[in-house]
């Protein structure tokens, strides 16, 4: 299926006027395509270093550094810290899964398989954290010592926060999903955000329009909560192919889809706000901004969100200017589907350690990725403190940074001699079942496209690069340390 698609990829790239060599020698993502074909790897550099690493967190970002160390130091000494069976598991396709494009085995890696050689992974969570002594303790009791401490603990889903759901616990996207299982996927409450969360939306889905296939009017909600989130463009994606689904069934005059973003704009970079508004207005999808969701009465099936707005106050004698009141308002909307993002937190034990900060994130140099206080210990991932970045995709950037500049300091040279992380951040935006748009950009927050094509248009080309080649690209690219 993969090779089928990749000479798909191949001939469009020809009709564009784009050679595959140049294609993947400028586009990273495509490079896997390249490196899987040719067996081409991006460099890696070795080193005689030698010192004790540790990593928090084996998920995506935490397995490939482990990966890129083992292949960059001749005397790896590596420690991963990670409860998960699955916790290489590939989220990105969670979406896909949601709307019955994948099934969920589709997706789900086992940990042990992605274990790089000469790795010990401790199946523990690291709970308590000493950076003076550089040491952590393990949920088992076990003491570690390291000389550097990579922390890659990606974020918790706090469903928890939204009242009436009757959740009290924190998950995670790959872990065990008993404490909110009991409301969500069911009577039309769904979420992509956990690995059967998207297999349960996909089979709320089909409810929905089979209920607007019986000639009944429905509603479709869609949450985008007021904290960071991974993947900021997952909660519109779902609506693209909720929209997209009932239009194949024939029956999208049937439904109302809504989206209720706690935000102002559809997306941080104005060449992509304004496109996305177009494909929402083109379709028919709604939008109301600056709405948080705060609780639900699953059994009413209704959703209550905390409007919020700025307005002109009173005349300031002494500033000789208007101020500005921040007013809110409870609005309560009926549902028949809802899609819900939760809002994604820190992980407590990190967040309220020495190495967490007031927001819970790990705060770091955004170039370098060193902490602020601790200059052994680097954060990459979801739980890194910087702007944006949340994503596989900016992952894969980070990542190499990391290992390079934790090499430089075991050699006693400077980091800040080494390339820096920029900001790239990708967000394959799926708009319909067939078309993507890749919207691509760093801190500038300006597109920064890769490939000389229109970063605004929907494209098929990008659709099947998110469904041939990016799912191979962190199997056999990000997670051998390599791509
Ligand atoms: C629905 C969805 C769609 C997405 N779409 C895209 C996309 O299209 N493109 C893209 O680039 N990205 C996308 N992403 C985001 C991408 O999956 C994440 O950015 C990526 O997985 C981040 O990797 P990470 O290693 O930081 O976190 P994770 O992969 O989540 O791994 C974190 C790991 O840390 C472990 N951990 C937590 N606490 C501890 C502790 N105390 N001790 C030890 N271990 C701990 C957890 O068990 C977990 O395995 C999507 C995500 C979702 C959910």
Redesign the pocket.
């Known amino acids: 299926m993969m090779k089928e698609g990749m000479e798909l990829i191949d001939a469009h790239f020809k009709n564009e006027g784009i050679s595959r060599r140049d294609a993947m020698k400028i586009f990273g993502v495509g490079g896997t395509a390249a490196l899987m074909a040719s067996g081409a790897t991006t460099e890696v550099r070795a080193s005689a270093a030698k010192g004790k690493i540790l990593i928090?967190?084996?998920?995506?970002?935490?397995m490939s550094t482990a990966a890129r160390f083992t292949n960059t130091l001749d005397n790896p000494d590596i420690t991963v810290?990670?409860?998960?069976d699955l916790?290489t598991s590939y989220?990105?396709g969670?979406?896909l899964v949601g709307a019955g494009i994948w099934e969920k085995e589709d997706v789900m890696y086992k940990t042990e398989n992605f274990i790089p050689s000469g790795t010990t992974v401790i199946k523990e969570?690291?709970?308590e954290f000493d950076p003076k002594n550089n040491t952590v303790k393990t949920s088992g009791g076990k003491t570690i010592k390291y000389d550097y401490m990579v922390v890659?603990?990606?974020?918790k889903l706090a469903f928890d926060k939204i009242e009436g759901l009757g959740i009290s616990e924190t998950i995670?996207?790959?872990?065990d999903h008993s404490a909110v299982s009991k409301v969500i996927g069911k009577n039309g409450l769904t979420s992509?955000?956990y690995q059967q969360g998207?297999a349960d939306t996909w089979t709320e889905m089909q409810k929905f329009i089979a209920d607007a296939k019986s000639g009944k009017k429905v509603k479709g909600v869609f949450t985008h909560p007021n904290t960071p989130i991974?993947?900021g463009?997952?909660p519109k994606k779902i609506m693209y192919l909720t929209d997209a689904r009932l239009r194949e069934a024939g029956v999208r005059d049937n439904a109302e889809l809504m989206f209720y973003p706690n935000g102002s704009k559809m997306f941080g970079v104005k060449e992509y706000h304004n496109a996305i508004e177009k494909q929402f207005g083109e379709r028919d999808m709604k939008w109301n901004y600056r709405h948080n969701l705060i609780a639900v009465d699953p059994k009413a099936k209704t959703a209550t969100f905390n409007r919020h707005w700025k307005q002109k106050g009173e005349w300031d004698e002494d500033l000789e200017e208007y101020g500005i009141e921040l007013k809110s308002k409870e609005v309560t909307v009926p549902y028949d589907f809802m899609h819900i993002t939760p809002p994604m937190v820190a992980?407590e034990?990190?967040a309220s350690s020495p190495i967490g900060s007031g927001k819970g994130w790990v705060p770091v140099d955004k170039e370098t990725l060193q902490h602020v206080k601790f200059p052994n210990v680097f954060s990459l991932?979801?739980?890194a403190g910087i702007p944006m970045g949340?994503?596989?995709?900016s992952?894969r950037k980070q990542y190499k940074v990391v290992v390079d500049n934790i090499v430089t300091l075991m050699e006693g040279g400077d980091i800040n001699k080494n390339p820096k992380y920029a900001g790239y951040t990708?967000?394959?935006l799926i708009t319909s079942i067939g078309t993507v748009m890749l919207a691509e950009f760093n801190w500038t927050k300006k597109p920064t496209p890769m490939v000389p094509l229109d970063p605004t248009q929907e494209r098929w080309i990008w659709w099947l690069l998110k469904v041939y080649a990016l799912k191979p690209m962190t199997q056999f690219g990000m997670l051998s340390g390599r791509a």
Request: hydrophobic share 35%; aromatic share 2%; with cysteine.
């Open positions: 928090i967190g084996g998920g995506l970002a935490g810290i990670e409860p998960g916790a989220q990105p969670q979406t969570k690291a709970v890659a603990a990606g974020v995670t996207s790959t872990g992509i955000y998207s991974k993947c463009g997952a992980t034990e990190i991932g979801d739980i949340k994503t596989g995709g992952a990708v967000c394959p």
